[in-house]
């Protein structure tokens, strides 16, 4: 993360079908690289579960798996970026669409900041499917399970901070398979776009959660 001798910031996209590991490897950038965690799905539960205004607009849209419209993600994510100018910041699920992704170029221009990297982790459905149906979240801390891969050690309760699991409405079936309809029309465009800009790199989500940061953090201080 060094230039010159001089610490610089970073700002790195990460994309990829739901379930392919996104929020696992932003959590653990935040953790122990110091990255900002910006994920703007956990922005609108947030919103939901307090039934603020921006809570009530974009509910319908999260419950079913359809994307929010750009201009309210966008109006967010600026905020946001005022808020944490100058910081190294990952990118969870956004942007997800070209517009999104357009947005975020001109608000970084007008900041005078450049995104690093936008990486795909690249996952196939069935094993999307698997992942998302054994997902469990902390209602409280948010932190994430998975019953196959990492199941708390006592059902339904958290580790961290023994708060109820549950599991998220868009992560039962039929919704899954909205959510990957929408990611391949409207998301997956977006691997052009990076290619176009020279930015994208493809990580694959089945090499396992520490083989996927290990190569994320060479590509950051490489
Ligand atoms: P996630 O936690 O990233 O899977 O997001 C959960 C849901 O929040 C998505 O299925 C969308 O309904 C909504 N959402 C999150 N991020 C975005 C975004 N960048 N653009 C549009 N909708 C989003």
Known sequence: MSESGNER??????????????????EMLASRSGFVHYSTGEVFRGHISKKT???????????????VPDEIVLEVVADFLLQHAG????FDGFPRTVPQAEGLDSLLKRMGRELT???????????????LSSRR?????????????????????????????YQRKDDQEDTIL???Q???????PLIEYYQRQGKLVRF???????????QLTSLITG
Do not use: H
Request: proline share 4%; charged share 25%.
């Open 9 to 26: 910031s970073v700002l790195l996209v990460l994309f990829g079908p739901p379930g392919s590991g996104k929020g696992t490897q932003a």
């Open 53 to 67: 205004a921006l809570g009530l607009k974009v509910e319908g849209f999260v419950v079913s798996g359809e994307l």
């Open 87 to 90: 910081r190294s910041i990952v």
């Open 117 to 131: 990297r936008a990486v795909l982790i690249d996952l196939d459905d069935e094993e999307v499917v698997r992942r």
């Open 137 to 165: 979240q902390c209602r409280v801390c948010g932190k994430i399970y998975n019953l196959t891969f990492s199941p708390p050690q006592k059902d339904g309760v958290c580790d961290e901070c023994g708060g109820e699991l």
């Open 178 to 180: 909205a959510r990957l």
């Open 182 to 188: 929408v990611y391949k029309q409207q998301t997956s």
């Open 204 to 214: 694959d989500g089945r090499s396992g959660r520490d083989n996927v940061y290990q």
